[in-house]
Nanobody, 116 residues
C-alpha cells in the first residue's frame, strides 16, 4: 500500500499550498477517497471527499470554498489545492480511502503550518 502525501510546509495566513498524494492504484478504485487532517491535540477528521465513480466532491464546512480536491488517474495521485489558508488549517494532512479506519495504514502525512 502506498500513501505518500507531500507538499506541506510553512505558509502565511491567506496563502496557498497544493498537496499531492501518490497512492497505490487500487485506492482510486475505491468508491470514495479523500483528505484528512489532524490538528495538534485533536483527532483526525475528514475534510474533503471525492467519489471516484462520479467525481462528486464534498467538503467540510471548515474548508468549503477554499479547498479543492482532484485526482490524476494516470499518475495515481490525489491532490488538494488549498487557498485562503488560516491558522486553524494547521495540522498533518493525509489521504486515504474515505472508508479507512483508524487502525488502517495511513502513511506519514504531510505537515501544514499556517503562521505569520
Amino acid at each position: 500500500v502506498q500513501l505518500q502525501a507531500s507538499g506541506g510546509g510553512l505558509v502565511q495566513p491567506g496563502g496557498s499550498l497544493r498537496l499531492s498524494c501518490a497512492v497505490s492504484g487500487f485506492l482510486l478504485d475505491r468508491p470514495a477517497v479523500g483528505w484528512f487532517r489532524q490538528a495538534p491535540g485533536k483527532e483526525r477528521e475528514g475534510i474533503s471527499c471525492l467519489g471516484t465513480w462520479n467525481d462528486i466532491t464534498h467538503y467540510s464546512d471548515s474548508v468549503k470554498g477554499r479547498f479543492t480536491i482532484s485526482r490524476d488517474d494516470a499518475r495515481n495521485t490525489l491532490y488538494l489545492q488549498m487557498t485562503g489558508l488560516k491558522p486553524e488549517d494547521t495540522g498533518v494532512y493525509y489521504c486515504n480511502s474515505f472508508a479507512a479506519m483508524e487502525d488502517d495504514y495511513w502513511g506519514q502525512g504531510t505537515l501544514v503550518t499556517v503562521s505569520s
